[in-house]
């Protein structure tokens, strides 16, 4: 049996060569191997402890108790070098690249509706014409009776028009139109009168690619001595040109509204890349009816106006080439961020 004092040379040269190895260790592979040949569970330090069992009672308890303290102390040198190693390795800075641009939350814009209408009443704007907002809850008298649309009109079904409950008006529906803001302005203003009214309508019509419950007019009025067809034709060209840009065309061509008279249709001529072309109808328009005027205490003898209600999405449709009008309302936010 091997003295005690063999026994603790051996012990002694195991740590000797075990710190000396792991000072040379100079990454974290070689740290892994260094903890495997000492500290595994089939590692030098391991087997040293298994030793004990064989030994004479003697030397049991000296060996045990420096075994076991060579033990701690090569753990505790291996944990140090860990550290150091993970920090040698690693980035010496902070842990990230503060360099890099941050990420910046998304932050929503207008939707494509409210701009065109922005764009649109920019352009009227510049031509003279204020813009002016009427309410969505309506009366019959201002949404037909003052604008010549008489009891028992096909235009009046309920089948056409949401009529709703509301302490607002004894017989409230949500506006069909926005010529109902021609009689609010009319019924409070002496001409000349010159505004665009953009805002909401709606109908109960069956949703598709080209219909929708609610979508948008913008409604046009001029009231003044003299006030002629030619000046209609004029504005509504020049205003397309403005929108949609120079080489489209525009023509008035014979149409009935009940408010207007002579009324009109408004198309506007797209050249396509392709080299065709299609006339798109942008809304209607004609000669304020006298039977109007005299509903707002406006005398027809003195004064003439025009009108014009075109859709708004028709022209935001066009323009960005949106083929769906149930995109412009879906609220997909891959759709609404291109614009
Ligand atoms: N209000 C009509 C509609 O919704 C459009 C319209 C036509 C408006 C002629 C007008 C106009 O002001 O003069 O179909």
Partial sequence: MPSWDELKTQLETLQTAAAEKLAAVDSADALEAWRIAYLGSKGAVKDAMARLKELPKEVKGQYGKTANMMKNALAKAFEEKKSSIGTAAGPTGPLEDVSLPGRSPRIGHVHIITQTIHEISDIFGRMGFEVVYGPEVEDEQHNFVDLNIPAHHPARDSLENFYIESDLHDEAML?????????????????????????????????????????????????????????LKTCVDQFCKAYFGDDVQTRIRPSF??????????????????????????????????????????????????????????????????PDIRMLFESDIRFLKQF
């Fill in 257 to 322: 509204f009940p408010f207007t008279e002579p009324s009109a249709e408004v198309d506007v001529l797209f050249h396509y890349a392709d080299g065709s072309t299609r006339w798109i109808e942008l809304g209607g328009c004609g000669m304020v009816d006298p039977n109007v005027l005299e509903s707002v205490n406006i005398d027809p003898e003195k004064y003439t106006g025009w009108a014009f209600g075109l859709g708004i999405e028709r022209m935001a449709m066009r323009k960005h080439n949106v």
């Fill in 175 to 231: 506006r069909s139109q926005t010529s109902t803001v021609q009689i609010r302005i009319m019924e409070n203003t002496e001409p000349p009168i010159r505004i665009v009214a953009p805002g909401r309508v709606y109908r109960p019509d069956t949703v598709d690619a080209t219909h929708s419950f609610m979508f948008h007019q913008l409604e046009g009025l001029y009231v003044d001595e003299g006030v002629t067809m030619v000046d």
